[in-house]
C-alpha cells in the first residue's frame, strides 16, 4: 500500500529583525537609563530625541525599526507624536511602544487603542526592558 | 549584545544611579521653589518626571513620594484656584520628596 509521505512543516514565518529603536523622552535621566538598557544590554542600536520635533526629525532621516515613546512631554505630547509619525513618509507604519508613568488601567487602554504596540509603565527593569520589547515586536508580527 | 550579569553591565547601572542620586538634593530644591512662586505646571512636570525616573534607578521610595506630590498637585490644579487644604497637602508631600531626595543624595556621597 503507498503511504502518504508527511508534508514537511511550515517553517516560521520570518519576521524582520529588530535592530533599531528610537527612544523619545524630554527626561535625560530616562533617556540615558533606556539607552542603558536597550543598548548595552539588549544590543539594539539606539537613537535618541528628546521632542517630538526631535523624533519626527530622527525618524525622517533614518527610520527605525521601533519608537519608544514617552506620553507626556511639553509641548507636543506621545500621542500627538503618534499621529505626526503615521502622517509622515516612512514612518506610517513604524511601531510604536508607549512609555509612561501613569498606571491607571483605563489610562493604558486608552494610549493601545491610539494604535500602539503596548505600553511600558514607569518605572521599568532596566534589565528586563529589552526582551519585553522584543515580545512586543514578535507579538505584533505574529 | 550583553548578559545582564556582566560585571561591566552592574558597574554601569551603579554609576548611572550613583549620578542620578548625586543630583537630587538640587533637583528638589529647584522643585520646592517652582512650588514656592506658584509655578504648578511646571513643578508637576517635575514631580512627574522624578515619579518615573526615581523608581527606574532603583529609589522606589522617592518615586512614591513624587507620584504622591504629582497626584497632589494635579488634583488642586483642577481647580480655578487652589484651595487652602490642598496647598496644605501639597505643602506636606513636597517635604517629604525633599527629606527622600536628600536622603538619597547623602548616601550617593
Known sequence: MKTVPTPAPV?????????????????????RALRLSLERIGGFCVALAGSAEEALAEASRAP???????????????????????????????PVVFCTAASGGQELARLCSLGALGVITKPFDLVGLPDRVRAMFAKALG | MTE??????????????????????????????????????????????????????????????????????????????????????????????IAEAERVSRGAR
Not at chain 2, 528638589?28 to 518615573?52: I, N, Q, V, Y
Not at chain 2, 488642586?76 to 490642598?86: C, K, M, Q, W, Y
Open chain 2, 4 to 97: 545582564a550579569g556582566d560585571p561591566a553591565i552592574k558597574a554601569l547601572i551603579d554609576a548611572a544611579r550613583a549620578d542620578f542620586a548625586r543630583s537630587l538634593g538640587v533637583r528638589a530644591r529647584a522643585l520646592e521653589a517652582l512650588a514656592t512662586s506658584g509655578a504648578w505646571t511646571d513643578a508637576r512636570r517635575e514631580a512627574h518626571k522624578l515619579r518615573g525616573s526615581a523608581g527606574v534607578y532603583g529609589f522606589a521610595e522617592l518615586g512614591v513620594a513624587a507620584a504622591a506630590l504629582d497626584d497632589s498637585i494635579g488634583e488642586a490644579a483642577d481647580n480655578a484656584a487652589v484651595a487652602p487644604s490642598a496647598l496644605a497637602l501639597i505643602g506636606e508631600r513636597l517635604k517629604e520628596l
Open chain 1, 11 to 31: 517553517p516560521p514565518l520570518l519576521l524582520p529583525p529588530l535592530r533599531t529603536i528610537l527612544v523619545v523622552d524630554d527626561d535625560a535621566d530616562i533617556r
Open chain 1, 64 to 94: 527605525p525599526d521601533l519608537v519608544l515613546l514617552d506620553v507626556s512631554m511639553p509641548g507636543t505630547d506621545g500621542p500627538a507624536t503618534l499621529a505626526a509619525l503615521r502622517k509622515a513618509a516612512g514612518t506610517e507604519r513604524v
